[in-house]
């Protein structure tokens, strides 16, 4: 590759040819091959001398703005080239006559190439990393936390991609998606390349993987933590679902693939690709069999108070784990998945497992504030059927006398689950308080209602429309020694209301009622 400077991956150091970034995809001829200082899929970020991608996303067609990216100085514009109205035909007309200079080329699946484009540009640098792709329903952010931070008690500086940032171990920034887009990803793979990252933990979403978001990185090792309904608005069938997710396992580069057996669903997807796959795969769980292949099994897990402690056995050998920072039965696999990529990654036994023995809690996933003489507050992120499940089971292990469980769901998402939830709410926990989650551009009160079809009228079920007042008076009735979960935003700290995105955090409210409480 040709360029004046690939050590930097600030897009303003970089000078790369149009010919390069284009590579095989796309076909630049000599006096359209300029000089590109930085590659946007967004019209309102080009800089002078960007290289402009322009196809239609969910919300506006990037070739309507083709004309305001040029007028900001992109030098050229690669744009989708199929399903075009006639309206964008015609103003594409029009621009290629009036910005003749400029190259203006159509690509086929440009939104598909974005991501392999910014590789090109940003001098592929997940090439000089191994990356762990990690997809699933529930404990995605958790196994990608666990790992990293595991990683730096083995001395190794690692990278996080996924809901609650990007950056380094410790110093991560905010994302707007779980997987951001296809130009982000790279440019943030880039600068935690330059910084001396040599892994990087990286939640991959079914949305990610369906769009293409993730074309253009090399994945060294994929993990699949579990499948139940999520996303049905999206994917319209859990069949989609799962085909999207199982994409991750069929990648080009990829060398390993664990699976937690326990799940039925992550169970199906282990055993089709047993049959034809050529990378290594590993079992996690009671049911994994180390006779037929390499794997964890888990002999003996007990889950309290005080930690989470599993007896093993596996193909590197056997042992004890425990880890007192953790709570939930649903940690034991989040554990073993992260110890089991430490061992494919060739990290000594004895050094994994005492690495994964020493890791923290994410914030928002079953996160415990209050004790004492105040309720045991927990916040987590569940805001599917089987999170909310496995968050109110463990809870239920945990010696409450009353488990209260304020909840929500969102709107304009999968109306399928709402109900789903209800019931399980109902099933598990002694009292329910239907609130707002990020309603978005629906009405609480039609979630609410929606959430409780299947819920006996009772006064232990109660719709409080507004969270804070809802999270106040669950605390407010709870005396000591009972639990209550807030649960579906976790560490967010803001709702989605009517299009706008406001302050609010669960553990403001929390604080504060407990402070209250105290005094």
Known sequence: MNTDSLNAPDENKLVVNLSDIASSLVNVSSHANVKISGIQIDSRKVKESDLFLAFPGAIADGRDFINVAIEQGAAAVFFEKTSCTKKTSVLLDDLKQTYSDIPIMPV?????????LASNFYGQ???????????????????????????????????????????????????????????????????MESQGAGLVAMEVSSHGLDQGRVNGIDYHTAILTNISRDHLDYHGSMAHYIESKEKLFSWPTLQYGIFDVDDAVSREVF???????????????KSTDLKTGRGIKILA????????????????????????????????????????????????????????????????????????????????YAHTPDALR??????????????????????????????????????????????????????????????????????????????????????????????????????????????????????????????????
């Open 108 to 116: 086929k699946n440009l939104a598909k190439k974005a991501g392999l």
């Open 125 to 191: 640098p997940s090439h000089k990393m191994k990356l762990i792709g990690i997809t699933g329903t529930n404990g995605k952010t958790t196994c990608s936390h666990l790992l990293s931070e595991a990683l730096t008690f083995l001395g190794k500086k690692s990278g996080l991609i996924g809901t609650l940032g990007s950056g380094l171990w410790g110093e991560l920034s905010e994302n707007e998606n779980t997987t951001p887009d296809p130009v982000s990803l790279q440019q943030q793979l880039a600068k």
């Open 271 to 285: 055993e089709r690709l047993k049959k034809h796959s050529s990378i290594g795969l590993v079992s996690i769980g």
């Open 301 to 380: 897990a007990k889950v309290d108070d005080d930690a989470i402690s599993i007896t093993i056995e596996s193909s590197w050998g056997r042992g004890e784990l425990c880890n007192s920072n953790l709570y939930g039965e649903f940690n034991v696999y989040n554990l073993l998945m992260a110890l089991a990529t430490l061992l494919v990654l060739d990290f000594p036994f004895e050094d994994a497992l005492s690495a994964i023995s020493q890791v923290h809690g994410v914030p928002g996933r079953l996160d415990k504030l209050g004790g004492g003489e105040l309720p045991h507050i927990f916040v987590d």
């Open 390 to 519: 496995c968050a109110l089971t463990s809870l239920r292990n945990y010696g409450s006398e009353k488990l209260i469980c304020v909840f929500g769901c969102g709107g304009n998402r999968d109306e399928g689950k709402r109900s789903e939830m209800g019931k399980i709410a109902w099933k598990y926990a002694d009292q329910i308080i239907v609130t707002a989650d990020n309603p978005r551009d629906e009405s609480v009160e039609k979630i609410s209602k929606q959430i409780l079809t299947d819920v006996p009228a009772t006064e232990n079920t109660q719709i409080i429309s507004d969270r804070a007042e809802a999270i106040s008076y669950a605390i407010s009735i709870a005396n000591k020694g009972d639990v209550v979960l807030i649960a579906g935003k976790g560490a967010e700290t803001y709702q989605e209301i009517n299009g706008k995105r406001l302050e609010f955090s669960d553990y403001q409210i929390i604080k504060s009622e407990l402070a209250r409480r105290a005094a």
